[in-house]
C-alpha cells in the first residue's frame, strides 16, 4: 500500500503543481490578471485521478479485489496529503521566489473588477478592507500554507469519497448450500 499511494501521490502532485504553476503564470502575466478558476480545479480534478488509479490497483492487484470503504478512503486520503503538499510547497517556492508582489496584484485586480461590477463606495470601501487583510494575512507564511492546503484538499477529499464508494468491493461469502 505504502507504494502505491506514494508513487500516486506524488504523480498527482506533480501534475497539479505543474498545471498550478502554468497557470498562475498566465494569469499573472496577463495585464488583466485574469485567471481561470474553472481551469484550476479541472487540473485538480485530473490529478487526483490517481486517487482512483491508485485505490483500483491496490484493490485489484494487491488485495484480492477486494477493498472496504474505510480502506479505500484511507489510501485515497494519503494520496491526497501527498499530492497537497507538494501543491503547497511548490505555491511557497513559486510565491516567495517569482512572484512575491502576487497578493498585491491580486488585491488590485478585484478591486478594478468591484468597480467595473458597478459596487457602491461603501461596497469599496468594505472590499478594500477585505483585500488589505488577506495582504496582512499573506505577511505570514504559516497563513499563505493553510489557505494553500484550503484550497486543494477540498478538492482531493471529494474524490476520495467517490472514488471509496465506486471501488469498494466486499468479499464474497461461502455459498450457502439449501437443502
Not at 478558476?37 to 479485489?65: C, E, P, Q, T
Not at 478591486?111 to 496582512?136: F, N, P, V
Not at 482531493?156 to 464474497?172: M, Y
Request: contains cysteine; proline residues 3%; charged residues 15%.
Amino acid at each position: 500500500m505504502k507504494k502505491i499511494v506514494l508513487v500516486c501521490g506524488l504523480i498527482a502532485g506533480l501534475i497539479v503543481s505543474s498545471l498550478m504553476v502554468i497557470t498562475i503564470a498566465a494569469c499573472y502575466n496577463n495585464p488583466n490578471f485574469q485567471s481561470n478558476m474553472v481551469l484550476g480545479y479541472a487540473s485538480m480534478i485530473l490529478s487526483f485521478s490517481a486517487i482512483f488509479v491508485g485505490i483500483k490497483m491496490f484493490r485489484d492487484k494487491y488485495n484480492g479485489g477486494v477493498i472496504t470503504f474505510g480502506r479505500a478512503f484511507t489510501i485515497g486520503l494519503f494520496i491526497t496529503l501527498i499530492a497537497s503538499t507538494i501543491y503547497v510547497l511548490a505555491w511557497l517556492v513559486d510565491y516567495y521566489l517569482f512572484i512575491p508582489d502576487f497578493m498585491d496584484k491580486y488585491a488590485a485586480h478585484v478591486l478594478k473588477e468591484a468597480t467595473q461590477d458597478g459596487a457602491t463606495r461603501q461596497e469599496l470601501a468594505q472590499k478594500t478592507a477585505e483585500m488589505a487583510s488577506y495582504k496582512e494575512m499573506y505577511k505570514n507564511p504559516i497563513f499563505v500554507i493553510l489557505f494553500t492546503y484550503v484550497e486543494i484538499i477540498p478538492v482531493g477529499l471529494v474524490v476520495t469519497i467517490i472514488s471509496a464508494l465506486i471501488l469498494r468491493r466486499k468479499a464474497k461469502g461461502p455459498a450457502i448450500a439449501t437443502a
